[in-house]
Nanobody
């Protein structure tokens, strides 16, 4: 299994980025797919997930209304659209897969991508 995260970069506050997570070796529609982030000196924290099968979503309170998780089953890829970015969104963002329907803890996830850096300047 490989999860390839991409799309990070440097953006000014208020800007947007779209992260992609291309999967191989698993079918994203059959797993709960999540995004996490980790800032320097901080623990990895939940950002969003899309549930397996039905595709319902959930978000951390800190990103609700600004971030949108989605998936393209045909491309076997999960996305994280990030709008109205803030400096506190600066972190390495990781995608991951889980067999659980509800999965907000890193320990719920089995496979992880390598991470992509997002830096938001003020």
């Amino acid at each position: 299994v490989q999860l390839q995260a991409s799309g990070g970069g440097l953006v000014q506050a208020g800007g947007s980025l779209r992260l992609s997570c291309a999967a191989s070796g698993l079918t994203v529609s059959s797993y709960t797919m999540g995004w996490f982030r980790q800032a320097p000196g901080k623990e990895r924290e939940f950002v969003a997930y899309t549930r397996r099968s039905a595709g319902s979503t959930d978000y951390a309170d800190s990103v609700k209304g600004r971030f949108t998780i989605s998936r393209d089953n045909a491309k076997n890829t999960v996305y994280l659209q990030m709008d109205s970015l803030k400096p506190e969104d600066t972190a390495v963002y990781y995608c991951a897969s889980s067999v659980y329907l509800i999965a907000t803890n890193p320990s719920d996830y089995d496979y992880w991508g390598q991470g992509t850096q997002v830096t938001v300047s003020s």
